[in-house]
């Protein structure tokens, strides 16, 4: 009998990595970053501190992330991530391996699924397994889901959507949109250099977006000061953006989530969709948290749409109580 030192669950997100332990909670809440030398490829930091050294490291050292989209870019640098990880929460020192289930888009591949259980494997863990992201986020939400009734969840992480219709355990249908929080930083980014010929980083981006960004218009719209690089004169330059214009620039890739959201409403089973329309569209992720986003699906859909009560924790709480409750589970593991 294969013994394990601990259940740890993991949302591993393209902006974010949420780690669950059982018995214990989410410790541990850090951006999917890491910082690595490059001559050694010895891991400097992982996290925040590595967050902190996006475009401010010296030639011989880079920070990146490896998550794009939801799915392994840098499949070396996420295992030295999860190795570091299985480090901080079981010990340097540990006679038994964990058994870990991580949460992946519901849109991946195989082989982008495989990549994540074999990164996972060999950073340490004695067992990998998988959960897609939806139901880990319904879960997580506690959405009755093991009811034969219709939940609809719509998480909207950095790097994708997931939207799903689940029942009875089980995904009766979803669809994975490639676009998410980072997506929105982009856009504000290429806004801002085309518009005033500033040039700022994600960081910077993201601060704009969660200061002034919006989904729909508010009630007293705000401004905000940007600084950054003229791309001009190449002289730090300040300029000042309102919430109407970067509303107006998010509009595209918001609308594509919101699209994708009444689609799949359409090819829901009728019974499914009366349920839905009873207990309302749920939101989780960090961009879920944009405001007004609720309201525009809502509007859009005729279908009342609620944030989540914790909404950036979703997927990791779910993945937590999916191995405490065998619910989810892609079962068909790797052996060591």
């Keep these: 009998m294969i013994r394990f030192s601990q259940d740890i669950g993991i ?37 925040e501190k590595a967050r902190e050294m996006l475009g401010r490291t010296p030639m011989n050292i880079v920070a990146v992330r490896p998550m794009t989209e939801g799915v392994i870019a840098d499949y070396t640098t996420t295992q030295r991530m999860l190795e570091h990880i299985f480090q901080k929460v079981c010990g340097v020192k540990r006679l038994f391996k964990p058994r870990v289930l991580i949460a992946v888009p519901s849109g991946v591949t195989s082989v982008e699924q495989r990549a994540v259980k074999q990164a996972a494997l060999a950073a340490g863990a004695g067992e990998a397994l998988t959960i897609e992201e939806p139901m880990a986020a319904a879960i997580g939400a506690g959405l009755p889901i093991s009811s ?90 300040t300029v000042v953006v309102s919430s109407m214009e970067i509303r107006e620039c998010m509009a595209e890739p918001i609308f594509q989530i919101v699209s994708r959201v009444k689609n799949v409403l359409e090819k829901t089973p009728p019974e499914l969709a009366s349920d839905i329309i009873e207990r309302g569209i749920v939101l989780t992720g960090g961009t879920a948290l944009l405001r007004g986003l609720d309201v525009l699906i809502a509007e859009t859909t005729h279908v009342p749409t609620y944030v989540a009560e914790d909404p950036l924790s979703c997927v990791a709480l779910g993945t937590g109580k999916a191995l405490e409750q065998r619910r989810g589970i892609t079962e068909d593991l790797l052996s060591n």
């Design 148 to 237: 034969p009734g219709g939940n609809m969840v719509v998480d909207i992480g950095g790097g994708t959507t997931d939207i799903a219709v689940l029942s009875l355990d089980g995904i009766v249908l979803s669809r994975s949109l490639r676009v998410g929080g980072m997506k929105l930083d982009d856009v504000i980014i290429r806004h801002i250099r085309t518009t005033y010929n500033l040039l700022i980083g994600d960081r910077t981006a993201e601060e704009i977006k969660i200061t002034v960004g919006s989904a729909v218009a508010q009630r007293e719209e705000t401004q905000m000061e940007v600084r950054g690089r003229d791309l001009l004169s190449g002289l730090p330059q």
């Design 11 to 47: 949302d591993l997100g393209t902006a974010n990595v949420l780690v669950y332990v059982h018995g214990k909670g989410i410790i541990m809440r850090e951006p999917s970053v890491v910082a690595m030398n490059v001559n050694t490829r010895k891991v400097m930091a992982v996290g």
